[in-house]
C-alpha cells in the first residue's frame, strides 16, 4: 500500500485507522463477533505501524499498536496476573522470520542454541492455576496484566484437568490454549443456524465466545479442547528448557500437541515453518502460524521483552489470504461478446504469495452490492491459485468525495451507446465493428480450444491489428512472412524458449 507523502495526511489516515481498529477491538475482544477477517485486521494495523513508523511524533501510547487486545468486560470478575500474559510479535514472510533468526543468532554468539517450533493454535488464552495440584482458576488473558475470571467455565471443558497428576506441588500456573475443532465448530453453527441463532465467524470466535458464557452448562455443550504450552514459573519448578515445559505439562496430565520440534539450527525452523503451511488444511483445528522459541529459558531471560512482547519467541504467520488496498480505478473491458466488464484496478499487493492489481467486479450490480468506490481501502482475496476477488470495503475509511460508480453509456472501445437486454444483467456494445471486441474475438480464436497459433497472444495480435495486418479470422490462414518480419520476435516464453509462431 502507498504510505501518504504529506504530513496532514498521515495525520488524517492514522486517526481513520486507529478508531477503525479501536472498533474491530471491541467487536473482537468484548463482543465475539468480528465484522473483518483477521488478515484484514493485520492490514490495517500493519499500515498503521508504518505511518507510526515514517512519522514518528504520531505514536501515542494509546494507539491500538500500543496494546494488547483489550481489557476484561464486566461480565466477569478480573484477575490480575501475577506474571504478565504477553503477546507474540509476528514474522509476516519469509524475509521477517530470517530477520529475526539473524537477531536471535547475533545476541547468542557462539553459544549453542536450540529452537522449539509450535504450531500456532488459532483459538483463545488460558491461564489455569492450581493449588496443591486441584484448579483453583482459571483466567483469559484480558490486555495481559488483567483478565477475566472464567473458572466456572474452564473447569467443565474435558481437557481442562481438575485435579494433577503430581500434586505434590504448591501453587502453579500455566497457559495454552482454548479452542475448537475443525468438525465441532461445523456442527455448532449447523445447530445455530437450525435455531435461527448467529453462526459463529470461525472457530477461534466460537471457542472465545463459548468460554465467556454467563451460564457453564453452554460451555460444557460446545465441545472446547486445550493444548497447553506454558508455565508461568518454570524456573520454581526446576525446568531449563520450552522442552522440558512441555514434557512437564504431559506428564501433569495436560493436552500438550504433539506436533512439536526442537532443532539446532535455523534451516529446521524455516522447514518446519514451510511444511506447516502444506500441513494446515489437514489439521483438525485451526492453526494461524508456527511460534518459534529459543529452547533455553535462560536465553529466553537474557532476550527478554519488549513492552508487547518476549523477544525470544516469534509468531511466523502464514500468507495471508486477504490484504487491504486502495481502488485506484474501475476500468471496463469490451469481452468478445460485447459485454460490459467493470474491472478494479488497485495499488498492487501480495495476497497468498503472488502480486496482484485487478480483479473483476463483474457488473453494476455487484459493485453497488459491495458497495465499493474509487478511492476506497478495499478488502482483496486470494485464497491459495484462486481467481482474485475484490470483498467490499471499509467505509469507514472513505475519502469524503467517493463518487458512486455507474455504467458509461457508451462503449469505451467504439462510443456506441450500451444496452442492457431484459433479463440480462451485463451491459453491452452491440455494435459488430468495435475494435475492442473484434480484438477479443481474434485472440479467442488464436487461443486454445480453436485454432491454437503456439505464440500468437494478446499482444501480437493486438499489433497485428494495429498494423493493419489482421482483420478477422481468415486472415490468421493468409498472414504472410513479411507481416510477421515486422514484428519484434526477439522474445522469449517464460520457460526461456523463443516465441515461435505458427509452430513453424
Ligand atoms: P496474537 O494473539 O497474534 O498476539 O498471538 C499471541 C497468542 O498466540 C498468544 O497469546 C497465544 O494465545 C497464542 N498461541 C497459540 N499457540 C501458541 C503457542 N504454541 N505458543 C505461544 N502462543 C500461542
Ligand atoms: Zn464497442
Redesign the pocket.
Known amino acids: 500500500m502507498t504510505l501518504p507523502v504529506d504530513r496532514e495526511s498521515a495525520v488524517a489516515r492514522v486517526e481513520a485507522l486507529r478508531a477503525e481498529l479501536e472498533h474491530h477491538n471491541r467487536m473482537y475482544y468484548a463482543l465475539d463477533a468480528p465484522e473483518i477477517s483477521d488478515a484484514a485486521y493485520d492490514a490495517l494495523s500493519r499500515e498503521l505501524r508504518e505511518l507510526e513508523a515514517s512519522w514518528p511524533d504520531l505514536v501515542d501510547d494509546d494507539s491500538p499498536t500500543q496494546k494488547v487486545g483489550q481489557t476484561s468486560s464486566a461480565q466477569f470478575a478480573s484477575v490480575a496476573h501475577a506474571v504478565r500474559?504477553y503477546?507474540?510479535d509476528?514474522a509476516m514472510d519469509q524475509d521477517e522470520l530470517d530477520a529475526w533468526l539473524a537477531r536471535v543468532r547475533d545476541a547468542v554468539g557462539d553459544r549453542s542454541c536450540e529452537f522449539v517450533c509450535?504450531?500456532?493454535?488459532d483459538g483463545s488464552?488460558l491461564a489455569l492455576t492450581y493449588e496443591n495440584g486441584a484448579l483453583l482458576r482459571a483466567a483469559t488473558?484480558g490486555d495481559g496484566r488483567t483478565g477475566e475470571n472464567i473458572t466456572a467455565n474452564a473447569s467443565v471443558v474435558r481437557d481442562v484437568p481438575t485435579q494433577l497428576h503430581n500434586p505434590e506441588l504448591g501453587s502453579v500456573e500455566v497457559r495454552g490454549?482454548i479452542y475448537m475443532p475443525k468438525a465441532s465448530f461445523a456442527r455448532l453453527n449447523a445447530e445455530q443456524e437450525a435455531v435461527g441463532a448467529q453462526p459463529f465467524a470461525n472457530p477461534r470466535n466460537a471457542a472465545a465466545g463459548s468460554v465467556r458464557q454467563k451460564d457453564p452448562k453452554i460451555t460444557a455443550s460446545r465441545d472446547l479442547a486445550t493444548f497447553m504450552?506454558?508455565i508461568a514459573e518454570p524456573r520454581a519448578l526446576g525446568l531449563g528448557r520450552q522442552s522440558d515445559v512441555l514434557a512437564w505439562l504431559r506428564s501433569a496430565g495436560f493436552h500438550v500437541n504433539p506436533d512439536v520440534i526442537t532443532c539446532s539450527d535455523e534451516s529446521g525452523v524455516r522447514e518446519f515453518c514451510a511444511r506447516a503451511i502444506e500441513r494446515r488444511e489437514s489439521l483438525p483445528y485451526e492453526i494461524d502460524g508456527v511460534?518459534v522459541k529459543l529452547d533455553s529459558l535462560a536465553l529466553q531471560d537474557e532476550l527478554g521483552y519488549t513492552s508487547k512482547a518476549p523477544r525470544w519467541a516469534i509468531?511466523f504467520k502464514f500468507p495471508p489470504e486477504e490484504k487491504t488496498t486502495v481502488l485506484r480505478e474501475i476500468r471496463i473491458q469490451v469481452g468478445r461478446t460485447g459485454a460490459l466488464t467493470p474491472l478494479a484496478e488497485f495499488d498492487p499487493v501480495t495476497v497468498a504469495g503472488s502480486t496482484i492489481a485487478r480483479a473483476t467486479l463483474h457488473n453494476e450490480d455487484e459493485i453497488h452490492r459491495k458497495d465499493v468506490r474509487v478511492g476506497d481501502t478495499i478488502i482483496v482475496r486470494k485464497a491459495g491459485d484462486v481467481i482474485p476477488e475484490v470483498l467490499g470495503a471499509i467505509l469507514s475509511l472513505r475519502p469524503a468525495d467517493a463518487q458512486l460508480w455507474r455504467m458509461p453509456i457508451e462503449c469505451p472501445s467504439c462510443g456506441e451507446p450500451v444496452w442492457r437486454e431484459d433479463g440480462e444483467v451485463a451491459m453491452r456494445c452491440v455494435n459488430a465493428a468495435c475494435p475492442a471486441q473484434r480484438l477479443e474475438r481474434l485472440v479467442h480464436w488464436a487461443g486454445r480450444g480453436s485454432l491454437d497459433i503456439d505464440g500468437m497472444g494478446y499482444e501480437i495480435i493486438a499489433r497485428l491489428v494495429d498494423q493493419g495486418e489482421l482483420h478477422d479470422v481468415s486472415d490468421f490462414y493468409s498472414l504472410g512472412e513479411a507481416a510477421l518480419a515486422t514484428l519484434d520476435m526477439g522474445r522469449m516464453k517464460q520457460d526461456g524458449a523463443p516465441v515461435v509462431l505458427g509452430g513453424v
Open positions: 500474559m503477546s507474540l509476528n509450535e504450531l500456532k493454535i488464552s488473558r490454549e504450552y506454558a511460534v509468531a
